[in-house]
């Protein structure tokens, strides 16, 4: 995984864009979950709709420390403090930004360029996940010295039929149902309907479930999918 990529080697700064739905959160959580904790330092922003000064209060918070302050300079060098202090005890610092296209306020953005500059023997001290919808892309291209910071980027496309398959299959293994209840026809018109969108494949696999579980079918055919199609159309 790319993020895993950029968190190891700490490449500085990485973003991860993607449409509603097509499953950013969900990439996030499985990425934090593959961390060692006794390696990494994680401070998630889940909100970043904030001015400067309690933007980098909540980092601060967010990594752990107890300490806070208030103006900008003094915030800095409790930031580069913590930093230090995890490199001394063995960790790597990690900050990620979730709906990072919030983030109207340039001023903001230009915190997160100042944080790359904590650096030691040219290597970056903080990583930076930026993780947003594709309008990110515009905002982070405003500001060239934060965009040529950003070393790796990702893009989560829709899904393709074949991924939807794959997806529908994996989602059935997770909830411990082994065998192939929909069937091929059925899959390819929630993934025509979904436009391969997980958010979207998952609400209409579920409906397709309920309505099955009712009439007790013991398959989830083409029929039941255009009828979960033409009750949400309604």
């Known amino acids: 995984m790319r993020l895993v990529y ?5 490449k500085g700064a990485a973003m991860l864009t993607g449409n509603i739905g097509c499953g950013k959160t969900t ?10 904790v006794s390696e990494y330092e994680i401070g998630l922003i889940a909100n970043p709709m904030l001015s400067p000064i309690d933007f980098l209060s909540e980092i601060l918070y967010q990594l752990g420390s107890q300490k806070n302050a208030d103006t900008k300079t003094e915030l800095i060098h409790l930031l580069n403090e913590e930093i230090l202090n995890n490199l001394e005890n063995g960790k790597k610092t990690l900050l990620i930004i979730d709906e990072a296209q919030a983030i109207e306020n340039n001023s903001t953005l230009e915190e997160l360029r100042l944080l790359l500059n904590f650096q030691l023997n040219d290597r970056f001290l903080l990583t930076l996940i930026l993780i947003g919808q594709p309008e990110l892309l515009e905002h982070v291209a405003k500001l ?3 965009d040529s910071r950003i070393s790796i980027r990702y893009h989560l496309s829709p899904f393709e039929l074949e991924d939807t398959r794959e997806y529908i299959i994996f989602r059935l293994k997770i ?6 209840i929909i ?5 390819e018109k929630i993934h025509t309907y979904s436009g ?8 209409i696999c579920d409906l397709c479930l309920l309505i099955g579980f009712s009439i007790k079918s ?3 055919d083409s029929q039941i999918v255009e009828k979960v199609i033409h009750d949400r159309g309604k």
């Not at 990439?27 to 060692?36: A, E, G, N």
């Not at 909830?175 to 192939?180: E, L, M, P, Q, S």
């Open 6 to 10: 950029a968190a190891q080697t700490q």
């Open 144 to 146: 060239k010295q934060l």
């Open 27 to 36: 990439t996030c959580r499985t990425f934090i979950q593959s961390l060692p």
């Open 183 to 187: 069937t091929p026809d059925a899959i």
């Open 218 to 220: 013991t398959l989830i």
């Open 196 to 203: 391969g969108v997980p958010r979207n494949i998952n609400n």
């Open 175 to 180: 909830a411990g149902i082994k065998r192939d």
